[in-house]
């Protein structure tokens, strides 16, 4: 992948940040495995390969977002309770790949937010855990575009240059990482980019994870919350899979965040996930006959799970509560199968 020129320069800033920080913000998770590491890449491929021989059977992908990395005193803006205990749950799930799907620290321009992420994380690094973060919209708060960038690549410099990257999670695996705060409209740089690699996808594909920050598809609030519905940039990006994905013998399945809750869809054959639930304050949502998710239990503090056995993805939510009872349960479940 190619990134706009004007982001270019900060690269230089990136690489003298990695040394500064070393030691507080840590490097890609997947970097630091035991087995192959990805393989850099340029388009229209992916830009990681994960070979088959450095997966698990079956593989196994968690998924979610805004976890709000802070201050553990914090807990307005986060819940460090539950952030923690998602870490490691995820931790003992050892999955093969994590996706981050948006807002990993509570301000993007406060470098200790980042060190809070790496210090909560070590389980991750100690079991070897590949993960595939997302940019979100709090990884541009408190700081201006290329200083939150600098952070952000400092944080994770294998993706130094990328705002955007796909990765072949062994053969039938691929992973797109894509940022909502670009554009995502025909004609940007970035669904030119997303075109590209759709048209070269390998024909063993099975399935690919689109993993974003804002969604394309949620409940829409007429009461609530109204500015965390839907934006044009990401309905642009679901009117583009309209047709994409049915040209394809693929199955998507798209998961994003900005809602603190779960919401599932499936529209034009594609699975639409909200998963939101990594810690942030917990938003409630009025809930449209279009989710397929109607459990009114709240907060839903929570990570999503996909086993892939056979020819089936499936996919299970397992939610968090520290209020009694049972710590961990699962609250949905759902399966996606190649056509």
Same mark, same amino acid.
């Given at each position: 992948?190619?990134?706009?020129?004007?982001?270019?320069?900060?690269?230089?800033?990136?690489?003298?940040?990695?040394?500064?920080?070393?030691?507080?913000?840590?490097?890609?998770?997947?970097?630091?495995?035991?087995?192959?590491?990805?393989?850099?890449?340029?388009?229209?491929?992916?830009?990681?390969?994960?070979?088959?021989?450095?997966?698990?059977?079956?593989?196994?992908?968690?998924?979610?977002?805004?976890?709000?990395?802070?201050?553990?005193?914090?807990?307005?803006?986060?819940?460090?309770?539950?952030?923690?205990?998602?870490?490691?749950?995820?931790?003992?799930?050892?999955?093969?790949?994590?996706?981050?799907?948006?807002?990993?620290?509570?301000?993007?321009?406060?470098?200790?937010?980042?060190?809070?992420?790496?210090?909560?994380?070590?389980?991750?690094?100690?079991?070897?855990?590949?993960?595939?973060?997302?940019?979100?919209?709090?990884? #541009?708060? =408190?700081?201006? +575009?290329?200083?939150?960038?600098?952070?952000?690549?400092? @944080?994770? %410099?294998?993706?130094?240059? $990328?705002?955007?990257?796909?990765?072949?999670?062994?053969?039938?695996?691929?992973?797109?990482?894509?940022?909502?705060?670009?554009?995502?409209?025909?004609?940007?740089?970035?669904?030119?980019?997303?075109?590209?690699?759709?048209?070269?996808?390998?024909?063993?594909?099975?399935?690919?994870?689109?993993?974003?920050?804002?969604?394309?598809?949620?409940?829409?609030?007429?009461?609530?919350?109204?500015?965390?519905?839907?934006?044009?940039?990401?309905?642009?990006?679901?009117?583009?899979?309209?047709?994409?994905?049915?040209?394809?013998?693929?199955?998507?399945?798209?998961?994003?965040?900005?809602?603190?809750?779960?919401?599932? #869809?499936? =529209?034009?054959? +594609?699975?639409?996930?909200?998963?939101?639930?990594?810690? @942030?304050? %917990?938003?409630?949502?009025? $809930?449209?006959?279009?989710?397929?998710?109607?459990?009114?239990?709240?907060?839903?503090?929570?990570?999503?799970?996909?086993?892939?056995?056979?020819?089936?993805?499936?996919?299970?939510?397992?939610?968090?509560?520290?209020?009694?009872?049972?710590?961990?349960?699962?609250?949905?479940?759902?399966?996606?199968?190649?056509?």
């Amino acid at each position: 992948m190619r990134s706009s020129s004007k982001y270019v320069c900060v690269a230089l800033v990136v690489a003298v940040l990695s040394l500064a920080y070393a030691g507080g913000f840590g490097r890609f998770s997947y970097a630091q495995t035991s087995s192959a590491p990805p393989i850099a890449a340029d388009s229209p491929g992916p830009t990681f390969t994960v070979p088959d021989a450095g997966l698990s059977k079956p593989v196994t992908v968690i998924s979610y977002g805004d976890t709000r990395f802070t201050d553990p005193l914090n807990i307005t803006a986060t819940n460090p309770t539950a952030r923690q205990a998602l870490v490691k749950r995820i931790a003992d799930e050892k999955p093969d790949a994590i996706l981050l799907n948006g807002d990993v620290p509570w301000h993007g321009g406060v470098p200790h937010d980042y060190t809070v992420y790496r210090d909560e994380t070590q389980a991750w690094r100690d079991e070897h855990l590949r993960v595939f973060p997302a940019l979100g919209n709090h990884e #541009f708060s =408190q700081c201006e +575009v290329p200083q939150c960038l600098a952070n952000w690549w400092a @944080a994770f %410099p294998e993706l130094s240059g $990328r705002r955007w990257y796909s990765v072949r999670l062994g053969k039938r695996i691929y992973l797109i990482s894509l940022d909502s705060d670009a554009s995502l409209l025909p004609g940007s740089e970035q669904q030119h980019w997303l075109d590209n690699q759709l048209a070269s996808l390998p024909s063993e594909i099975q399935f690919v994870l689109i993993s974003m920050h804002h969604p394309p598809m949620a409940d829409i609030q007429t009461r609530i919350n109204l500015d965390h519905n839907p934006r044009p940039n990401e309905i642009a990006l679901a009117l583009y899979l309209r047709t994409t994905a049915a040209a394809h013998k693929a199955k998507f399945v798209v998961i994003a965040g900005h809602i603190h809750n779960y919401e599932r #869809f499936l =529209q034009d054959g +594609v699975v639409y996930l909200v998963s939101g639930g990594g810690g @942030a304050k %917990p938003y409630e949502v009025d $809930r449209t006959a279009f989710d397929l998710y109607q459990d009114l239990g709240f907060p839903n503090y929570h990570y999503v799970k996909f086993v892939l056995k056979d020819k089936t993805l499936s996919g299970a939510m397992y939610r968090f509560s520290s209020t009694g009872g049972d710590t961990w349960q699962a609250k949905d479940a759902f399966q996606v199968r190649f056509k």
